[in-house]
């Protein structure tokens, strides 16, 4: 393996800068050659492909979104597509790529793995932390300190006002981001669509709260499936109409920004360990960390694989907030 193409693909999350770093200085540490591919796999497919250095990646590390830029590529799902993008790589005899993105990601590049025979090494970029084969994926940790301080921010709001507040954040179909921001934001109630229907049970719970405080935070999953936060919100506001009850989506907000160290940690070690798994022959697979260890799922496992949400932290949730 000579040249390892490096991209990032589907929504940014913060840290891809710290992966791409990680995994262009770890290719020129194996005496290889990187190189940038812009746009993921949209700049596959039209040519955008260029040598980087090490100094290409410097001053990264601190920033959020991607230097490479991203997109989410209709024409890669098709044949002609991924036909178009493999003649590009062939013309810059590129042999092993490094794909940082999601579960639509880690698909193209199974599929293209396939016709092509053109081996990827997947890391794990989303702040869903919905991926199978790592315990947290790069940008979660960010996106949840930063809903975390809305929420915190919102708080002063709420109880200065004695109002009741539908925070929604992201997650697609996963609640990690709700799980995580409500616990460490104090919420009184947290709706994600691993705990089905729970809507009735936060309103028992601000009805007991009513008779302390007046205001209430309850965090909802954009995925959650009784509903948005305005649709939670309205629902609240015929059975409680004498409340006052607001709604905040926290939306992109969470995408961008700083990173934090664990996100930066994280995606160098997935970096440097997609190139090393590539120059020892893997395909095919994702990296990801594991009880601190580093991993490898087949990128067919990690797509269908699901993660479950982790029971412990909704059982203490449930016991501490009040
Ligand atoms: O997958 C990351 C994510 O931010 C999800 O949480 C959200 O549902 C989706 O992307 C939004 O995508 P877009 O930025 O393309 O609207």
Request: glycine share 12%.
């Amino acid at each position: 393996m000579k040249r390892i193409g490096i991209f990032t693909s589907g929504g940014d999350s913060p840290g891809m800068n710290a992966c791409i770093r990680a995994a262009v200085r770890t290719t020129l540490a194996f005496d290889m050659e990187p190189f940038g591919i812009m746009h993921g796999y949209e700049g596959m497919i039209n040519d955008q492909i260029m040598p980087l250095d090490a100094g290409s990646v410097s001053n990264i590390i601190q920033y959020g979104g991607t230097v490479l830029k991203t997109a989410r590529s209709k024409d890669f799902r098709t044949p002609e597509g991924r036909e178009k993008a493999a003649q590009n790589l062939k013309k810059h005899k590129i042999d092993g790529l490094v794909c940082i993105g999601g579960n639509g990601s880690y698909t193209g590049a199974m599929l293209f793995e396939q016709e092509h025979g053109i081996p990827s090494i997947g890391c794990p970029g989303t702040i869903d932390n919905d991926l199978a084969g790592t315990d947290f994926t790069i940008g979660f940790d960010t996106a949840v300190n930063t809903a975390m301080e809305a929420i915190d921010r919102i708080r002063d709001t709420a109880e200065s006002h004695d109002r009741v507040f539908f925070i929604e954040v992201m997650g697609r179909d996963s609640g990690y981001i709700g799980m995580y921001a409500g616990l460490s934001g104090g919420a009184e109630g947290i709706l994600i669509p691993e705990k089905g229907k729970q809507f009735e049970a936060v309103l028992a719970r601000h009805d007991q709260r009513l008779r302390k405080k007046q205001f209430s935070i309850f965090v909802v999953s954009e995925g959650d499936e009784e509903g948005n936060a305005f649709e939670l919100a309205r629902r609240f506001s015929l059975k409680y109409p004498e409340c006052d009850a607001r709604v905040t989506v926290l939306g992109h907000i969470q995408r961008g920004g700083k990173p934090t160290a664990a996100d930066r940690i994280l995606a160098s070690r997935l970096g440097a360990h997609a190139v090393k798994a590539l120059v020892e022959g893997k395909r095919n697979a994702a990296v990801g960390v594991i009880n601190d260890e580093i991993v490898f799922t087949p990128f067919e496992q990690a797509i269908q694989g699901k993660k479950t949400m982790n029971e412990n932290l909704w059982v203490l949730n449930e016991m501490i907030c009040r």
